[in-house]
């Protein structure tokens, strides 16, 4: 089942089949840790898209997880494996956002922001969620107390993405993820808070947005993303200001660079025209 998932073109497919029977599984407190562990590696790849998130929240998804978690409290209080993938598994689908208002109205953000003092991993992923949680450009209050550190693990787990490197056990993209959730804080009426926009400068986050401008095998939106940050950072930070200046040349050679891809655009539209009237023809003439 895990395999099955794993490929994204069947995870949507599998995803009515495979989830009912995994949160059975996760839940259970009959079943070995390992299985349960197993099951919520399978739900973590199920959340991993946008088209799964209303299944998984009529499925209960999320106060089964919850449940996972809340059970912590009630023991040693650490984060074991386990409790560390029921939170991966609503951390993923608070992501793709395509869930947000019914999370929302299940209390995430509130349950998100108690996680946010956790060390470590746990903290992050709660922040990754936070981030993405809310609309745009709407205050989220559980994010006025993001700690230094926490932003230099978010930083830290950009340029470790662009790198390729695995992290926490996870291979990561950018968008959506670490590059997405400094936009979406900045968004989230931050952008003006002096401690959020000097925690992210003094966490180095301008160079590892220009090492996602020099690399030419990233998508395309990682970089649309690299230069939004960019571009609001420097709005509002002299600071910003100077670094974007200091860094010019190397931010005109993504300019041509990006502009090679624009005729291609422009062919690939004009290619796709040239079909449809052909087709269009034909089909007029049956």
Known sequence: LFNICSQKEFQVLAAPLV????????????EDEE???????????VADSTETGKLLLDLKLYPAMKHII???????????ELVEGALGVIANLSVHRSVNAELVRAGASKFFGSLLS??????????????????RG????????????????????????????????IRWELVPGPLSAVRHLILHGHGND??????????????????????DCLEPSDVEEALEIMIMLAQVS?????????SEHQIHETEMRLKKYSKSIQLAVQLKG????????ARSEL
């Open 19 to 30: 989830a009912p029977f995994a949160i059975r599984t996760a839940v259970s407190t009959d």
């Open 238 to 246: 002299e600071r910003a200001r100077r670094i974007v200046l200091l």
């Open 138 to 169: 709407t205050a989220v209050k559980e994010l006025d107390d993001v700690s230094p550190a926490m932003l230099s693990a978010l930083v830290s787990l950009i340029g470790s993405t662009i790198d390729g490197d695995i992290a926490f056990g």
């Open 118 to 135: 956790e060390t470590g991993f746990p903290g992050l992923l709660a922040l990754l969620a936070l981030t993405h949680l809310a609309k």
């Open 194 to 215: 002096p401690s959020v926009i000097d925690g992210l400068l003094n966490t180095n986050v301008m160079e590892q947005l220009l090492r996602v401008l020099d690399s």
């Open 274 to 281: 040239v079909a449809s009237s052909y087709i269009d023809s």
């Open 35 to 45: 299985v349960r562990i197993v099951a919520l590696n399978i739900l973590t790849l």
């Open 70 to 80: 809340d059970d912590r409290e009630k023991g040693n209080k650490e984060w074991s």
